[in-house]
């Protein structure tokens, strides 16, 4: 869902000259600066590598559920692809921007009781630590998808039937904590192309990055 939130935006901006989408699917999305790559080895880039130079910026939105996981299956796929993806990446382009999504209460410590929570700062930790030109932590809280974007996990898509309707509610009694798949995808490019006020950003720094106001029509 954050995948297609920051497709969607990169598309839409006309500051975005190319977009190459790595994904295990094509996006279904056509257009003239979108080059896709269907790659199924999220553990070795190494036979895509030469198609990953000449960007920017990487905007990382690979992310599964924890529910049901081992921790070291949730590892794999969280902290294993992550690091991989992002080697390759800075190979490629030593002086990118990496912009990895996460989500709210990340343990930075990792050392925390919630398993996914500390496999997830572990990733963000490592990340932080490669030497990229910057790189940028974003913990989104609740996310509205917009514009027909869904999930492709059953259980989050029938979460949002039921939940989404109350969105201008949540909004307005928490407005720190929730945000959209517009406002997430515009905050990610401008993390990506003019910096952040820091690098591990929570909800209500995505949504003052990526302006918090109503959302355009498709």
Not at 2 to 24: I, K, N, S, T
Not at 32 to 38: N, S
Not at 165 to 173: C, S
Not at 181 to 187: F, N, P, S
């Amino acid at each position: 869902m954050v995948g297609q939130a920051a497709l969607r935006e990169c598309l839409l901006d006309p500051g975005v000259e190319a977009v190459l989408a790595v994904g295990r699917r094509v996006t279904g999305q056509s257009h003239p600066k979108l080059h896709e790559i269907v790659h199924r080895d999220f553990l070795d880039f190494s036979a895509i590598e030469r198609d990953l130079a000449g960007y920017d910026a990487c905007l990382y939105a690979l992310g599964v559920s924890s529910a049901g996981m081992s921790e070291s299956d949730y590892t794999r796929v969280t902290y294993d692809f992550a690091l991989a993806a992002a080697q390759a990446v800075l190979r490629s382009n030593p002086a990118s921007t990496f912009v990895f999504v996460s989500g709210a209460s990340t343990d930075g410590t990792e050392k925390g009781r919630l398993m996914w929570a500390r496999v997830k700062g572990r990733t963000e930790n490592a990340i932080l630590r490669l030497p990229f030109k910057a790189s940028y932590m974003f913990r989104p809280g609740y996310i509205q998808p917009l514009h027909g974007i869904v999930s492709s996990t059953r259980a989050l898509r029938v979460m949002y039937a039921v939940v989404g309707p109350l969105y201008p509610l949540w909004k307005a009694l928490f407005p720190d904590h929730v945000t959209t798949t517009e406002v997430l995808g515009r905050a990610m490019i401008r993390a990506a192309r003019e910096g952040a006020p820091k690098h591990v950003l929570e909800n209500r720094d995505i949504n003052a990055l990526g302006g918090h106001r109503e959302p355009k029509q498709s």
